[in-house]
DNA sequence: CTGAAAGCGCTTACAG
DNA sequence: CTGAAAGCGCTTACAG
């Protein structure tokens, strides 16, 4: 229960040597003795030493933390998506002797174009950002030169660095795997105008429909939220289609209640898919077949790309996919 | 787009003064004009000057971080309760000029009692522990010395400090709540030995129940989960209770479902709460009656007692309750 | 009201 | 292989 301040100097001291000494045999640099090394290491370890960051931060001008910042809006109890890769982040950046600071950015502070306290605190060397965030405040973090990576997410502006899952990809698998499945009526649900991740997904379905020939019908894309993002119950075509793509889980899972409500058997009278393997995918009854996000790859990707940028802030490595992972459980009906 | 090192030196150089008056005006000590402080303070904006936290952190052997510490099991797909937690203790840090870094503990590492990287690295100044960890892990972690706050957790040791959510009191006001609906065959769920949120619920229970003279009958103890804390289906008594009190909304989802199958309407045939007020509350159909633990509160408070720990290590302020806040829904019927 | 000096605990050249 | 010196950017105590 003692509050220990060991430094490398008192180290040294007990031993007979400098601290210059110490501070290369606890670095693991050139020009001490492996012996003294080792001896070193050991008494460091008996007298609780323990490294102080600050003065390594200070004389290299370097803090060894990565701000990483989550709108608000995507923490919600509903959403706990985001949190669970903060996860995969802290610790692909522990793997790198970094630490991560999350920083949930408010609609308020995101809207008056406020920079986390920890910005200003030369707190972090980078900051990971992760979804989505208005233009103007992508503009001003920027702006001040502090290396970006955004994560699960990107524009149009190519002087960034992006690693978001294939969604494209993912789609397209999936509605092949539909088609494989003898559907040919796939609605695909979400609203197109609304995100970036929706109109890709929506275009790996409808790269799917052309590969196999099948016409894409204007009433079978069906809108999923309005345009402040508020998720809609979802209008059900007159003609029912045999599956629903739908955008994400939670859709799907809202669907699945519209559907019961109606009468519609899952899987037996339609298919329903989701996207993103969230809580509402095995919440679902039947669980729903869905793609999972590598949210682990690309939390290893995007902390690499950030320890490269903060080598050289000038690297511009663009846009990097992470590939999905189709997950099957038992909301599709093989129609052969 | 430049990244710029403006230094308090750059600032004095600029105005032709010293750099300790500089500190001393963006610090707003004493000793500087009010009329230099405020050009310092201008000129510091217009040179883009950012403060070093590490220069200030070496000074005084602080590191105005704070770790807050969440075994990974509580921060699952389905539990985001502890996640939110989080983001009002890091609003509550920076308000005193902390900032919060988020460790999520695995198991592992409880198991073989590692600590964290950001102690070793001196990254924080202290530790709030949301959420239960093993008593080993507690000690390991006590025995360093550092300050600590347990927030939503409590054990016997009194020289430890804890910030919790009133159990007792919020399920004695929700039984309460029964009775005055008219309800007297009331069952309570929850695995008694499983938690001691779930003993100190049961006894604020088992408290109204006193109070107006109902008899505790064992059969209407009913247990929710077993040993591993693994949720089981709970067994519904032969007698049907005309209400039952859920030590949370999650295992009060559950029962619905499972009175569900068995034909048995809520609220109509029986009554049900829930407890924590998170994701199932609103999830369930009808939507919950339950108590809402108030965590933006019980973050607040525990900041300050860590703040207050950090400028007097020996301080031991002992265990803080902070009370819950009732949520009326649909899930309760009233007998009259 | 203002500033020169010392020091926080490291690391990076450089000298031996 | 080992170490004396300088410096990272602040703040504190002291002198003027």
Redesign the pocket.
Known sequence: MQQN?????DI?NRL?????????A??D??????E??QKIKEIAQEMG????T???A????LSYNIGVVIAERYASVTQSFYLQFYQYLSTALEDVQYSGILHMLSEEDEGQLVLPRIYHDRKVDGFIILGQLSNTYISAIHETGIPLVFLDFYTDRTELDYVITDNFYGMYEMTNYLIANGHRDIAFVGSLHATSSIQDRFLGYYKSLLEHRIPLRQEYILNDRDESGKLLDVAIPEALPTAFACNCDQVAYLLMNTLRKQGVRVPEDCSVVGFDNDIYATLAEPALTTVEVDRQEMAKTAVNKMVRKISDPALNSGRVLVRGKMIYRESVRSMK
Request: a positive charge; aromatic letters at 6%; charged letters at 30%.
């Open positions: 301040h060991v430094t490398m100097k040294a007979g040597v400098s601290s210059v000494t110490v501070s290369k606890l670095g640099k050139e020009g001490v003795s492996d003294l090394k030493y323990r490294f102080n600050a003065a390594k200070m004389k290299e001008g």
